[in-house]
């Protein structure tokens, strides 16, 4: 029975006033389930993420997604940066998004890639289609930034298509010789073959329509002056031409994604993988040590002198371990060891063909997510 100044006084507190759901701390065993994927001898356990808000609200735990709690969580730690290759960590996210990025940096960062290829002359054993198809993965040194898009109805020009050419030819008596992607030159002025509708004409003075309409030089072009477009590797061979054989062709390249087709992602390979974490639950001394060192085929652990010529085995090198559970196969090894990965801990690894950078290529993909983020909100309101 409620009294009316009980009732009175539960009316005047409003509904946003009301305390959220108490911010306590779970067991731990449950909140081993809830941040770890534990490895056992047959297969991982705890492996789904729960990201169901009331998921422990009778235990007085908010499990709710929070943004100031996010922005506190969430960090970047570069671990290595190269040339080509890049490697950083990506910690307080859900695996959605660690894959989010991977596919963008796969399938949605354009690049740019030949497309169309111009066969004047092929005596060679590879087909036009073959050379053709080995012509379109080779990884173009360019930034595609500085391109547009071309639709099937828009003209080549300077802005939007990119050509070389490739003339190589094996003498008659001589030996054999490799056809390579250094012999593709650039034609920064645009196609030198003649349209293939283009009647001949008696007049010298007029230009012959080409393939392209290009209205400048691309290398007058500050962006190319002093930085000549080429294959990004010189090595890859094409053909091997015998005596007497010959190609001569033209190779245009056009911007793309690689959703569309594979020549046009920009990463060789990116993925990533949750943290590793190797736990010592007993010390492992002496000859177990020992034993352990060599039950390890990355190296993770080593050996700590400990006086009086005893030696302890302890974990050195964590992240090197790939969960090939040898460490923990055998008679109680798995009482001695622990082997768990960290749900929200990513170790990142971006391999890019070298059109770009891998740290400008993640920075390209965070600003395609941010896009897409955008457009989800604006159909939303």
Not at 1 to 24: C, F, H, Y
Not at 80 to 106: C, P, T
Not at 349 to 371: N, Y
């Amino acid at each position: 029975m409620v009294s009316a100044n009980e009732e009175q006084r539960t009316e005047k507190i409003p509904v946003w006033d009301l305390p959220d759901v108490p911010s306590g701390n779970l067991p731990a065993h449950l909140e081993l389930q809830r941040t770890r994927t534990v490895c056992t001898n047959d297969a991982p356990i705890h492996t789904e993420n729960i990201q169901y808000s009331g998921a422990y609200a009778s235990m007085g735990v908010d499990n709710s997604m929070r943004f100031e709690k996010f922005c506190k969580n969430f960090r970047v730690e570069v671990i290595r940066l190269g040339d080509d290759e890049m490697e950083f960590d990506m910690v307080g996210i859900d695996a959605s998004l660690a894959n989010a990025f991977r596919r963008i940096l796969i399938s949605e960062l354009p690049t740019m890639a030949i497309e169309n290829v111009l066969v004047a002359n092929n005596t060679s054993v590879v087909q036009d289609e073959v050379l053709a198809h080995r012509l379109g993965l080779i990884p173009l040194k360019v930034d595609p930034r500085l391109f547009n898009y071309k639709s099937e109805n828009d003209q080549p020009s300077e802005k939007n298509t990119i050509v070389f050419k490739l003339h190589s030819r094996c003498e008659k008596k001589s030996s054999r010789i490799n056809v390579k992607s250094s012999e593709l030159k650039w034609l920064p002025g645009g196609s030198e073959f003649a349209l293939s509708t283009e009647k001949p004409t008696q007049d010298s003075t007029s230009k012959v329509k080409t393939y392209t309409s290009f209205t400048c030089s691309q290398d007058s072009l500050p962006e190319f002056s002093s930085n000549p477009i080429a294959p990004t590797h010189d090595d890859i061979t094409l053909a091997v031409l015998g005596p007497g054989q010959e190609i001569e062709l033209e190779a245009h390249a056009v911007k793309g994604m690689g959703k569309t087709h594979a020549k046009w992602s920009p990463v060789a390979t990116a993925w990533y993988r949750m943290l590793p974490e190797v736990i010592l639950l007993q010390e492992i001394e002496d000859e177990k040590a020992e034993e352990l060192i060599k039950k390890c085929p990355v190296n993770v652990f080593d050996i700590e002198d400990i006086g009086k010529g005893r030696k302890r085995a302890t974990v050195a090198r964590p992240r090197s371990c790939t969960l090939c559970r040898e460490c923990i196969r055998g008679d109680d090894w798995d009482k001695l060891v622990a082997l768990q990965r960290v749900k929200d801990h990513f170790i990142f690894t971006i391999e890019s063909t070298g059109a770009l950078p891998p740290d400008v290529l993640f920075t390209e993909a965070v600003k395609i997510l941010e896009d897409k983020c955008e457009r989800v909100i604006t159909e939303m309101s």
